[in-house]
Nanobody, 120 residues
Framework: QVQLVESGGGLVQAGGSLRLSCAASGGTLDDVYTMAWYRQVPEKGREFVAALTWKDGLAITDDSVKGRFTISRDFAKNTMYLEMNNLKPEDTAVYSC????????????WGQGTLVTVSS
């Protein structure tokens, strides 16, 4: 059973940067096809941020963060990253990583989330 553990969240001023990590434990990501970052705020629900194919690293990014956020992965470390630059107060959310063994559909594994707070 793969477990995903996020880290790297915290408090940052608007315009600042953070890098989130999502590390796999308790197994490998050999069977994973897609990994993604989502974020959630109470009044808006969960929203998609970015995703990539684990083996090829092909990435897509939501328009709301395009040009500011970059998703990547380190195959050898079984770790996915989200580099966040020029952060805005509206980026404040709990960021969670997810993985699935298919190219579509529901995600099979979720991390517990890490809080990112951007002050104005």
């Amino acid at each position: 059973q793969v477990q995903l553990v996020e880290s790297g969240g915290g408090l940052v001023q608007a315009g600042g940067s953070l890098r989130l990590s999502c590390a796999a434990s308790g197994g490998t990501l050999d069977d994973v096809y897609t990994m993604a970052w989502y974020r959630q705020v109470p009044e808006k629900g969960r929203e998609f941020v970015a995703a990539l194919t684990w083996k090829d690293g092909l990435a897509i990014t939501d328009d709301s963060v395009k040009g500011r956020f970059t998703i990547s992965r380190d195959f050898a470390k079984n770790t996915m990253y989200l580099e966040m630059n020029n952060l805005k107060p509206e980026d404040t959310a709990v960021y969670s990583c997810a993985a699935r063994t298919r190219s579509y559909g529901e995600y099979d594994y979720w991390g517990q989330g890490t809080l990112v707070t951007v002050s104005s």
